[in-house]
């Protein structure tokens, strides 16, 4: 599944200016791919015009809320994540304004309310930035 624009605020809470994902789609239940066209005018462009690290984390972070939120849609089960802990980020390169991003997404092991999430950030085909997330969901 697909969804683009508008949809994606079906998928996940954030609004303009605090979207960071504008594509979304479905691989298998588990894994997704977001893709998120890097603009002058986001909030988290640094004055050189690259997108902050803390940028990134919260694209991995809202990439994993839309696979949550299509899962909610396919179950009937809301849930609601929030980030416990960032572990393992690295950060190899910044995009640019006028980069697309592409990020893939993996839900891991799932313990309780806690679920592992790995993200990992390339744009045009090279490997930009990864982490694991730790999210409780609710």
Same mark, same amino acid.
């Given at each position: 599944?697909?969804?683009?624009?508008?949809?994606?605020?079906?998928? $996940? +809470?954030?609004?303009?200016?605090?979207?960071?994902?504008?594509?979304?789609?479905?691989?298998?239940?588990? @894994? !997704? %791919?977001?893709?998120?066209?890097?603009?002058?005018?986001?909030?988290?462009?640094?004055?050189?015009?690259?997108?902050?690290?803390?940028?990134?984390?919260? #694209?991995? !972070? %809202?990439?994993?809320?839309?696979?949550?939120?299509? &899962?909610?849609? @396919?179950?009937?089960?809301?849930? $609601?994540?929030?980030?416990?802990?960032?572990? #393992? *980020?690295?950060? /190899?390169?910044? +995009?640019?304004?006028?980069?697309?991003? /592409?990020? /893939? $997404?993996?839900?891991?092991?799932? *313990?309780?309310?806690?679920?592992?999430?790995?993200?990992?950030?390339?744009?045009?085909?090279?490997? $930009? !930035?990864? !982490?694991?997330?730790?999210?409780?969901? &609710?």
């Amino acid at each position: 599944m697909k969804q683009k624009g508008k949809d994606i605020e079906r998928l $996940i +809470p954030q609004r303009y200016p605090m979207l960071m994902v504008d594509e979304f789609e479905t691989t298998t239940e588990n @894994v !997704a %791919q977001t893709v998120l066209y890097v603009r002058a005018d986001n909030l988290f462009m640094l004055p050189d015009g690259t997108l902050a690290e803390t940028g990134l984390i919260e #694209h991995i !972070a %809202q990439s994993a809320a839309a696979l949550a939120g299509y &899962q909610s849609s @396919v179950s009937g089960e809301p849930r $609601i994540g929030l980030i416990g802990e960032v572990k #393992h *980020f690295e950060c /190899h390169q910044r +995009p640019k304004a006028g980069d697309c991003v /592409h990020t /893939h $997404i993996a839900f891991g092991l799932t *313990f309780g309310n806690v679920t592992m999430v790995d993200g990992l950030v390339s744009v045009d085909g090279e490997e $930009i !930035a990864s !982490a694991r997330l730790k999210i409780f969901m &609710q």
